[in-house]
């Protein structure tokens, strides 16, 4: 399937070059393991079913997880009315609606593929935005269920989960494991030190490949609307009404950022941004205001 939203081919090269590098880096990683392991097979099958059940399952569990519900029209008929005419205008089949009751205004979409998505959005969101900001979120939620996000993100986390497991797995075998010689000692130590270095380096690298599909979405919802000054009043509302809201009551939902429209951060979060699923409200802000100059429109709210 082909959905009629845009792509744009400087983010789509740094995508490619971040999913080049994870796969330098599985190949180096499993080089080691053949050098220094003989029984990691158990590991790498473990975490493949993990990942495979998080893959055809993530519509449930996202759902689940956020408390979200399915609706149908006649519950929220102006939420259906705008998906509708979005999956019109993109050529893609419409996703299962849901809501959650949620004072936190957000929103976000998983499924392993355009035939088996969902699009939740957060009662908060739905009392804050106006219809073409509403417009502007969903259709960068829909962008991200025509180019298969969720599936690329669980295909590329396959090196760090397996690398998080094999640590889990030589530690408890050296504590409760048999021999205890030099040469164990140094194989646990190499396993460990490879294993700890590889979760790292992935864990950047997919952070920078989810941050470059957020603006790759924000890109695509933009051009798709051609409105992508109330794709940024949007952002700008949802993310300052967010900051507002205690840490603390953030904490649970923070667990969920790489699904959300924006990360669930509140003010004082300077150092979890460095590390972020998502692109600063600047940067978006500012990929706006350019598209908004091609497009001979206004400049986006925020916007000097």
């Known amino acids: 399937m082909h959905s009629r939203f845009r792509s744009d081919p400087k983010l789509t090269a740094r995508m490619t070059v971040t999913l080049f590098l994870l796969g330098l880096l599985y190949v180096a990683f499993i080089a080691a393991l053949i050098a220094l392991l003989k029984s990691w097979v158990l590991v790498v099958v473990i975490a493949?079913?993990?990942l495979g059940a998080q893959y055809w399952f993530s519509d449930r569990i996202a759902l689940y997880a956020m408390r979200g519900r399915v609706v149908e029209r006649e519950e929220y008929p102006e939420l259906h009315?705008?998906?509708?005419?979005l999956c019109a205008v993109a050529d893609m089949p419409k996703p299962v609606v849901a809501v959650s009751d949620m004072d936190m205004p957000n929103a976000f979409a998983t499924g392993r593929n355009a035939d088996h998505a969902?699009?939740?959005?957060?009662?908060?969101?739905?009392?804050?935005?106006?219809p073409a900001e509403l417009e502007g979120v969903l259709a960068h939620e829909l962008s991200h269920v025509a180019h298969k996000d969720v599936a690329v993100i669980t295909v590329a986390?396959?090196?760090?989960?397996?690398?998080?497991?094999?640590?889990?797995?030589?530690?408890?075998?050296?504590?409760?494991?048999g021999r205890r010689d030099q040469n164990t000692a140094v194989i646990f130590m190499g396993v460990m030190g490879v294993s700890a270095a590889v979760y790292a380096i992935s864990f950047l690298l997919i952070r920078a490949l989810s941050r470059y599909r957020e603006l790759a979405a924000d890109r695509a919802a933009a051009l798709l609307t051609g409105r992508p000054s109330a794709l940024a009043s949007a952002l700008t509302k949802v993310s300052g009404d967010i900051a507002r809201i205690p840490t603390k009551d953030l904490r649970t939902a923070q667990a969920f950022n790489a699904f959300y429209f924006t990360p669930a951060l509140?003010?004082?979060?300077?150092?979890?941004?460095?590390?972020?699923?998502?692109?600063?409200?600047?940067?978006?802000?500012?990929?706006?205001?350019?598209?908004?100059a091609e497009l001979g429109e206004a400049a986006p709210p925020g916007k000097a």
């Open 118 to 130: 969902v699009v939740c959005v957060t009662t908060g969101l739905l009392r804050r935005l106006q």
């Open 157 to 177: 986390s396959f090196l760090g989960v397996i690398a998080g497991l094999i640590v889990r797995f030589a530690f408890y075998s050296q504590i409760f494991g």
């Open 266 to 292: 509140g003010r004082g979060s300077d150092v979890a941004r460095l590390f972020s699923t998502h692109p600063s409200l600047e940067q978006r802000l500012e990929q706006l205001g350019r598209i908004s």
């Open 81 to 85: 009315g705008v998906i509708d005419r």
């Open 48 to 50: 493949a079913a993990l």
